[in-house]
């Protein structure tokens, strides 16, 4: 059936090559959709190009650039620091911890083979208590994507409002968001394993519990483990953004000194994120490689070796000092992260959050209120669409020549001999990833913050943030797509005289181009869960509208907005899903 | 194209070992002759077509074409001369992606300019468009003009590698094992294939063949590389069986094999 559609696709195209018109009605219809989109996106997000070429524009740039170093290194600054880092970091994995916690037994749930389809139910399908079990198991699958729908950083507003300031609300919002995303990847890792082995425990008189424990646990474990030390790392970096909304940790620190115009302290606080999001997925790259010992070391025999003896004769001691050291740094995590019996105890936090949860329902649905939504919902979507587009731009622009398999000369080649030759094109590819890399690792609120210092306040910084933060994610996704395209066609076009423009064109566009589409729509919906937030800072969308309504505490309005965020990543996800992936993948 | 070759080494670092690949090989090549190669695997052939075709650049002595050195060459120079040397590489290296047309045209691409590179991403002109459909006649792939590389068998994909260095019209054709994966019939349809297009431009032809009958029977000149070295460089028809033994001697068994599974594919016309 695919190849089919893919043959006939294929010559479609062909015909189309051979006939010679570059303009069919197709491509003419595409580029008029494209041209009109980018034209009302343009319009919603109030882009003046003259607000960016003022004079104005450039003095604040500089006023910023200026302020920006030296950092401020002074001791008593470095202490506000070193304890906001290790806030963070404790957020991070004690959020992690309960996320996994939550999404374990959650995505158990949710799976379709102990639940809804399979052998595993095929003796008793179509009883109402099996009926009723298919049901509940979906509308676990739903909760879970209600979880993941609702951004982060509301999540975080929430438990701001819930149990007060600090790590505390952040490390909740983090267990409560994760938990969302690991319980979709866990439970689709439950999905994907042998169903034989659990037909013979089936037959064997094993219940439900034993058959995941026994045959769907210990199949699915190293994806759950390497995609849990994944998560990690982006729980991290969450946990550092969380503090804009009062969440604690770094990100209120930095934008605390950014509102103060402290811009010194800001980019100390920058580099420290940097530092902290570089240790922690050194440190994550390590335990996937020490918890899976033989991954990617197959053809080094040396360090198979060192691996067996390590898990071999030091194994008992080891261990145990391990678990000694794992359950201290997860107790002292969840002490900083706010986890203290005085703040249970006073802040009566389980009531709290039970309070506010009943006042948000039932959800505000007065006409007035929803239709005012309209323009704001627009706007999200025009910042999102817009920000990914000039995302797509400069990342694209950059991943060119941060593609060492274009730029640099290929090792034993005789291209390329002068030294001074060599060196250009090397600092070239490196500053080119080092700008792809200051780009990514500056968090998409901490664009806000220093697009609206340079040209105000407005959905169009929230645009230029988005743009910013995506171009150095999609364009180190870009370069490293181009790079592991198979590189046999690739030296062919070389060997018969292709300049690098041309290897790119004919050699490694069209191997890559349906692994970058699908990155660019991946990040386009993240960037639509961003841009309805950025509002909380201050760059346009329905987040100014979230912060609205709650400081003026009309939970039921906050309720509706929960809604629409919710509709509008699903609309995102069926967008991505239906129009774009089908037509990429023929 | 004239080629010479002068006392070549090549040396590959695979982690800390070194591996030599070639030793001492040198090498003249008139513009306009047919020359085979024979060795067995791993003796350097795949190496020999590499430095020939100015992607490698050896660790001592030099690869001339036509009296100029490769080492002292400039990119632009580089380019020039690989566009002047078509090669079939071993595993067809295709763009998988691209259909058979669109590869075919990709022979273009050494005399195309940064202009007609964007265009024929598009559309590529109408006379590139005829060269390349009559070179995929050519080579009987017309009714696969539109298939995808990847959706080709393998004595397919062999065909339109050649189709692709035909639109090249290079001075000079490297085929490096062009029938490997191929049974004898097709084998045979190749190499003739190979041999017409050579004579027809009167293009240089170097063909690494493991079948040591097609050698002998296709090219008036053989020369023979075993781990890394020159063992002879004869007229195909002063090549004898003690001559084939000392080539082979330490492969004895492969040779054995090739010429098992040559036997069988003469008698049930299929590979093993």
């Given amino acids: 059936m695919k190849t089919v559609s893919n043959a006939n696709s294929a010559a479609l195209d062909s015909e189309l090559f051979l006939s010679g018109r570059v303009w069919t009605p197709r491509r003419g219809a595409a580029l008029v959709t494209a041209v009109l989109v980018l034209v009302i996106c343009w319009q919603i997000d109030g882009v003046r190009l003259s607000t960016v070429f003022q004079r104005s524009t450039a003095g604040a740039l500089s006023t910023l650039l200026r302020g920006l170093f030296p950092p401020d290194l002074s001791f008593g600054f470095l202490r506000i620091v070193s304890r906001a880092l290790l806030s963070t970091l404790a957020t991070g994995i004690a959020g992690t911890f309960l996320s996994v916690l939550i999404a374990i037994p959650l995505a158990a749930l949710s799976t379709p083979i102990l639940w809804r389809s399979g052998i595993l139910v095929a003796a008793d399908e179509g009883n109402l208590g099996s009926t009723l079990r298919a049901a509940a198991s979906r509308a676990v699958l739903a909760f879970l994507g209600f979880l993941r729908a609702i951004p982060d950083l509301v999540w975080g507003l929430l438990f701001v409002t819930a149990v007060g300031l600090g790590s505390l609300a952040g490390t909740l919002a983090l267990a409560v968001s994760y938990a969302g995303v690991l319980g979709r990847v866990y439970a689709d890792a439950f999905a994907d394993v042998d169903p034989r082995p659990l037909e013979a425990l089936l037959t064997i008189g094993a219940t439900r519990g034993q058959i995941f424990l026994r045959g769907i646990w210990p199949q699915a474990r190293p994806t759950v483990t390497a995609y849990t030390l994944y998560s990690f790392e982006c729980c991290v970096r969450a946990a550092s953004v969380l503090g804009f909304v009062g969440a604690g940790g770094i990100g209120y620190e930095i934008s605390l000194s950014m509102r103060l115009f402290e811009y010194g302290q800001a980019m100390t606080l920058i580099l420290a994120f940097v530092l902290l999001l570089a240790s922690t997925d050194a440190v994550s790259r390590r335990l996937r490689r020490s918890l899976q010992p033989n991954a990617g070391q197959a053809e080094n025999p040396r360090l198979l070796q060192r691996n067996s003896a390590r898990h071999g004769s030091f194994k008992p001691a080891l261990r145990r000092a391990r678990y000694v050291v794992a359950a201290a740094v997860l107790t002292s995590s969840f002490y900083f992260a706010g986890f203290t019996r005085e703040h249970f105890s006073d802040a009566h936090v389980l009531g709290n959050m039970v309070r506010f949860c009943s006042r948000m329902f039932p959800p505000d649905f007065a006409k007035g209120f929803v239709l005012g939504l309209g323009p704001l919902v627009l706007q999200t979507l025009a910042i999102s669409i817009l920000g990914t587009i000039i995302g797509i731009a400069i990342g694209g622009l950059l991943a060119i020549p941060a593609t060492s398999s274009l730029l640099l000369a290929q090792p034993d080649s005789p291209d390329v001999r002068s030294v001074s030759k060599r060196g250009l094109r090397w600092s070239i590819f490196w500053s080119s990833r080092l700008a792809l890399n200051v780009l990514r690792s500056i968090p998409d609120l901490v664009w806000v913050l220093i697009c609206i210092v340079v040209i105000g306040i407005g959905p169009f910084a929230g645009t230029l943030a988005i743009g910013l933060h995506t171009a150095g994610v999609l364009g180190k996704l870009y370069a490293e797509t181009l790079e592991e395209v198979p590189r046999q066609p690739v030296e062919a076009l070389r060997a018969l005289g292709a300049e690098p423009f041309q290897v790119l064109a004919w050699g490694l566009w069209p191997q890559a181009k349906r692994m970058l589409a699908s990155y660019t729509i991946v990040r386009w919906e993240t960037n639509l869960r961003v841009s309805a937030i950025l509002g909380l800072v201050g760059g346009g969308g329905l987040g100014q509208a979230i912060y609205n309504n709650i400081q003026l505490g009309f939970y039921a309005r906050l309720g509706t907005l929960l809604l629409v965020i919710y509709g509008l990543v699903m609309l995102s996800d069926w967008i991505g899903d239906t129009l774009f992936r089908r037509s990429v993948a023929t | ?272």
């Fill in chain 2, 1 to 272: 194209m004239n080629y010479s070759i002068e006392n070549v080494r090549k040396d590959f670092f695979v982690g800390r070992r070194n591996t030599r690949a070639l030793d001492g090989v040198s090498l003249a090549v008139p513009a306009g002759e047919h020359l085979a190669v024979l060795g067995s695997s791993g003796a350097g052939k795949t190496t020999l077509f590499r430095l020939l075709n100015a992607t490698l650049r050896p660790t001592r002595g030099s690869v001339r074409a036509d009296g100029c050195d490769f080492a002292v060459m400039s990119t632009a120079e580089l380019r020039g001369a690989r566009r002047r040397i078509g090669t079939i590489h071993q595993q067809h290296n295709l763009v998988p992606s691209l259909t058979s047309l669109q590869n075919t045209l990709c022979g273009c691409l050494g005399r195309w300019s940064m202009a007609q590179t964007v265009r024929s991403i598009f559309h590529p002109g109408a006379t590139d468009l005829q060269e390349a459909t009559h070179a995929l006649e050519l080579v009987g792939l017309t009714d696969k003009r539109f298939s995808r590389a990847d959706e080709l068998s393998g004595g397919q994909q062999q065909r339109l590698a050649i189709a692709r260095v035909l639109m090249q019209k290079p001075e000079v054709i490297l085929a490096d094992e062009p029938i490997a994966s191929l049974d004898r019939a097709l084998a045979d349809e190749i190499i003739s294939l190979l041999v017409r297009v050579g004579s027809e431009g009167k293009r240089t032809l170097i063909v690494a063949l493991h079948k040591v009958e097609l050698a002998l029977e296709y090219f008036p000149r053989v020369i023979g590389l075993g781990e890394g070295r020159m063992r002879f460089d004869l007229p195909s028809n002063t090549v004898h069986e003690d001559v084939l033994q000392d080539l082979y001697g330490k492969h004895r068994q492969e040779a054995r094999r090739i010429q098992d599974e040559d036997r069988f594919q003469r008698e049930f016309g299929c590979s093993r």
